[in-house]
């Protein structure tokens, strides 16, 4: 089955003189339990398509469909829910809490989702050890190494148990052996079947996915499959 289908979407910044044409008819499916990697140099329109399939933003036009839904027209607040229920995102930055323990950060997604105090822990250690982390529950962030506090927002990516994980530049803030690590645990998640996307700018990375779309000016185009 598809769990992502994009049908000619564009998106167009500003109006007038001043128009962006960001995506230019983007025709993309992703089967579940992909592992894909989106490429692509500066200003390309990698962010606008992280956007757009990490539901923080509609197309102008065409269609996304992610988990059997037609999202490509809904309202902000819908659009969250979505969001919440289908996707975790693993970021550059990591974006964790500093003040709070590993075990914290990942239970957060489930106070959101209203989940309650005993199970949230549960899920919260679960994830932590299936990246690994199963004995730095109580260490912040600036106890553990790049590589690790990745790690920790991947587990917090994983406890809702989303649709996708979609991670943006996840390894632009990491030295090669971090990389690398990180890589490996894609790589899990997708032998378990977990859908993994991956947008980055480092061909070497993009190399070890399973898929590989290099976007250029707005436009897709598929690349020979690596791994
Ligand atoms: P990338 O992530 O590959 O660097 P972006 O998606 O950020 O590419 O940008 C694609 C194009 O859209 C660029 O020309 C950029 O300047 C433009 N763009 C991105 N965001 C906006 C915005 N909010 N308003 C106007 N133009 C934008």
Redesign the pocket.
Known sequence: PTILALRGVT?T??TGD?Q????RGIDLEVPEGDFLAIT????????????ILGCLDIPSEGTYELAGEDVSQMSESELAQVRNREIGFVFQQFNLLQSQSALRNVELPLVYAGVGRAERQERAVEALRRVGLGDRLDHRPTQLSGGQQQRVSVARALVTDPAMILADEPTGNLDSVATQDVLQLFHELHDQGRTVVV?T?EPDVAAQASHAVR?RD?QLFTETSAA
Do not use: R
């Open positions: 998106k910044y500003g001043l962006v044409h960001a995506l692509g140099p500066s200003g390309s329109g990698k962010s606008t398509l992280m956007h947008i700018h976007i707005g």
